[in-house]
């Protein structure tokens, strides 16, 4: 595994600490997880119509929303705090300030290629599908009445 300064030395191409990008993945992912459980728990209290007061007034800070947040928290902190897996998340940081990422004219050209192929091949499975509409639907029911 790569530590902070192995991995600073290895990607600061961008002068990015990979280190900030986990920091920075890690406080989404505790956003992310406190929206998620705070739907969850709700969904459960209303569920088991369990007594729901609100905790702090005025700030709309229920019981499922709290727990919630604190279940994030000590998930985010727990991986944080775990060395294999901050290590893991190091690496993968790591390995994507490495990539070379394509340049706007190169992304608008891509994207306009991939329109097009995708415009050609939609008007060749229309043509191949309205062809076998006609053979089955109109071309061999007059062939099977003729004989």
């Given at each position: 595994m790569a530590n902070t300064s192995e991995a600073s030395q290895q990607a600061n191409r961008s002068g990015m600490d990979p280190l900030r990008l986990v920091v920075i993945f890690y406080l989404i992912s505790a956003i992310v997880l406190a929206?998620?459980?705070?739907?969850?728990?709700?969904?459960?209290?209303?569920?088991?119509?369990?007594?729901?007061?609100?905790?702090?007034?005025g700030t709309n800070a229920d019981v499922p929303t709290v727990l919630g947040i604190v279940l994030s928290l000590a998930f985010v902190v727990f991986c944080y705090a775990n060395t294999r897996v901050r290590?893991?998340?190091?690496?993968?940081?790591?390995?994507?300030?490495?990539?070379?990422?394509?340049?706007?004219?190169?992304?608008?050209?891509?994207t306009i290629a991939v329109i097009i192929a995708s415009?050609?091949?939609?008007l060749i499975l229309f043509g191949i599908d309205t062809l076998a509409y006609q053979v089955m639907v109109n071309w061999i029911p007059a062939l099977w009445g003729k004989l």
């Open positions: 929206l998620f459980f705070s739907h969850v728990f709700t969904l459960l209290w209303a569920r088991f119509a369990l007594p729901n007061r609100e905790i702090l007034s290590g893991k998340a190091l690496e993968s940081a790591t390995e994507l300030m490495k990539v070379t990422w394509p340049t706007w004219p190169e992304t608008r050209l891509s415009l050609v091949s939609a």
